[in-house]
């Protein structure tokens, strides 16, 4: 098992960016794929980021392609997602998953509590 805690949420005008940080805790956090998904006020959720266990391959949601970023530290058990020209349709609590899957749905076995990234216009 893996347990997940993310961390740097916030708010940010539009065109701003931000860092999330997902640290885990478990001896076995290199055997799994991580993403970042999201559930914004009044939607299901959504598939943003993924990476594989050796972040040699990442898929990202065409909505966010060209400005996200999503990247690992197996030594340091943390994945990142680096986030640049927000936009308040980024508005949403964003949650840190694993899988042994690498998958680009939101069909991940290990939840983090997420954490909340408002963007205002």
């Known amino acids: 098992q893996v347990q997940l805690v993310e961390s740097g949420g916030g708010l940010v005008q539009a065109g701003g960016s931000l860092r999330l940080s997902c640290a885990a805790s478990g001896r076995t956090f290199s055997f799994y794929a991580l993403a970042w998904i999201r559930q914004g006020p009044g939607k299901e959720r959504e598939f943003v980021a993924a990476?594989?266990?050796?972040?040699?391959?990442?898929y990202y949601a065409d909505s966010v392609k060209g400005r996200f970023t999503i990247s690992r530290d197996n030594a340091k058990k943390t994945v990142f997602l680096q986030m640049s020209s927000l936009k308040p349709e980024d508005t949403a609590v964003y949650y840190c998953a694993a899988s042994i899957v690498f998958t680009t749905t939101p069909e991940y076995d290990y939840w983090g509590q997420g954490t909340q990234v408002t963007v205002s216009s």
């Open positions: 990476i594989n266990r050796s972040g040699g391959t990442t």
